[in-house]
């Protein structure tokens, strides 16, 4: 039983009149009449009493107009349903950022954006933070959590976020580190330095370091990324500069503290990256569109 001729008893039996139904059906009455007499041959009984003048619904037709406008509410339904699936975005977004602002800046990100595009499948890649550009460059994925460099090429788009500030974190437990950072006159170059391999956050501990005036950093070791940085700390192997979040979010906050007096240390700006030549990409403005 086809929807149209669901349609068309359905107005028949609203306004009980073949000339009008069959004109407002944009069909000739005969054709009307036709169309209820298969669906009274497949119902199986009379559905109208029908005379020159009138048209009047039987028990059976009563009970039949409910379920054909039951069927066609629901059809309406599936309709609007399925078209809104198509029009919505589909695909896979791959996002790179580190452990921390994973847990610290995407997740108040991804909500607004699956909110809008549910459809949208989420990759998540972590890695240290200095990598990030790379990861874009290398097309590897479509958007970044990234620290904005001093000098940002023109191939990146940068949408800012927030700013982070930069603290000097020394062990919390009794150790020759933690002794050395308690001194009155904290001799900077003899304290062993646990620094990241590359990056903002290195370039930063350096010109940091150089102001100090104490000769040459007594390098402990080098990692990738500030997670591994606090850990270190926190084992007593040194001290080492990190964002505040990462401190803030590390499961060994409470083995490391701040150093302090330490003179002022210019904050990171954290933003949201992709290629400039894909930001025009329907996924990737979505976001950007979404956290504006």
Not at 268 to 287: M, Y
């Amino acid at each position: 039983m086809d929807q149209k001729s669901l349609k068309m008893f359905v107005d028949l039996a609203n306004n009980l009149h073949f000339g009008k139904t069959a004109e407002a059906n944009h069909v000739s009455t005969s054709t009307l009449s036709r169309a209820i007499q298969r669906i009274e041959t497949e119902v199986g009984c009379n559905l109208l009493h029908r005379d020159n003048r009138t048209v009047v619904l039987t028990q059976a037709g009563q009970q039949f107009q409910q379920y054909a406008q039951q069927q066609l509410d629901n059809w309406h339904v599936l309709q609007l349903s399925l078209r809104q699936e198509q029009t919505q975005l589909q695909g896979k977004l791959n996002i790179f950022c580190s452990v921390t602002a994973a847990y610290s800046h995407l997740p108040p990100l991804l909500d607004q954006f699956r909110q809008q595009h549910p459809l949208v499948e989420i990759m998540l890649v972590t890695g240290d933070a200095a990598d990030a550009f790379e990861q874009l460059s290398s097309q590897s994925v479509d958007l970044a959590i990234a620290v904005k460099p001093e000098s940002l090429s023109r191939q990146f788009y940068f949408h800012p976020l927030a700013k982070v500030p930069l603290t000097v974190i020394a062990p919390s437990k009794v150790c020759h580190v933690q002794q050395q950072v308690n001194m009155p006159v904290i001799e900077w170059g003899n304290i062993p330095m646990i620094l990241p391999e590359h990056g903002i956050a290195r370039k930063r501990f350096d010109y940091w370091f150089r102001r100090r005036q104490q000769g040459k950093p007594n390098i402990y070791a080098t990692v990738s990324g500030h997670e591994a940085l606090v850990s270190m700390v926190a084992l007593g192997c040194g001290v080492g500069m990190v964002p505040q979040v990462v401190v803030d979010n590390s499961p060994v906050k409470d083995r490391v503290k701040n150093v302090e007096n330490i003179g002022e240390i210019p904050p990171f700006e954290l933003g949201v990256c992709c290629l400039n030549q894909h930001k025009a990409n329907s996924l990737i403005t979505a976001f950007l569109h979404s956290i504006s």
